[in-house]
């Protein structure tokens, strides 16, 4: 299994971004997406993600947290086994390494995954908002 995270850099304050993560080695519609970051000297913190919806058999279902909603989209593409997270209106405080990662699905309805839901990891990308 391999997730190849990319698209990270420098950007002003105010600017956008958008990470690619490219999936192999597994059934990409099997996980719930999500992209994590991490802040020097700070702990892990759940950025965005995305999951199938059993329910109807279409559509996504997306989440994110309050301090993201807004200035984040996460999308996946299942003919590029892909996820995306588009970034707007970035801040220095959104400075961190991004991770995107697999977590299992334990449930019919969509649950944030826990901490120790997460299956897979991709090496991160780094993302540097200058003031």
């Known amino acids: 299994v391999q997730l190849q995270a990319s698209g990270g850099g420098l950007v002003q304050d105010g600017g956008s971004l958008r990470l690619s993560c490219v999936a192999s080695g597994l059934i990409f519609g099997s996980y719930i997406w999500t992209w994590i970051r991490q802040a020097p000297g700070k702990e892990r913190e759940f950025v965005a993600a995305?999951?199938?919806?059993?329910?109807?058999?279409?559509?996504?279902?997306?989440d994110y947290p309050d301090s993201m909603k807004g200035r984040a989209s996460i999308s996946r593409d299942y003919s590029k086994n892909t996820v995306y997270l588009q970034l707007s209106s970035l801040k220095p405080e959104d400075t961190a390494v991004y991770y995107c990662?697999?977590?299992?699905?334990?449930?019919?309805?969509?649950?944030?995954?826990?901490?120790?839901?997460?299956?897979?990891w991709g090496q991160g990308t780094k993302v540097t908002v200058s003031s």
């Open positions: 990662a697999a977590a299992a699905r334990t449930a019919i309805l969509y649950t944030r995954p826990s901490s120790t839901a997460y299956r897979y």
């Open positions: 995305i999951a199938g919806n059993p329910l109807t058999g279409n559509g996504a279902i997306t």
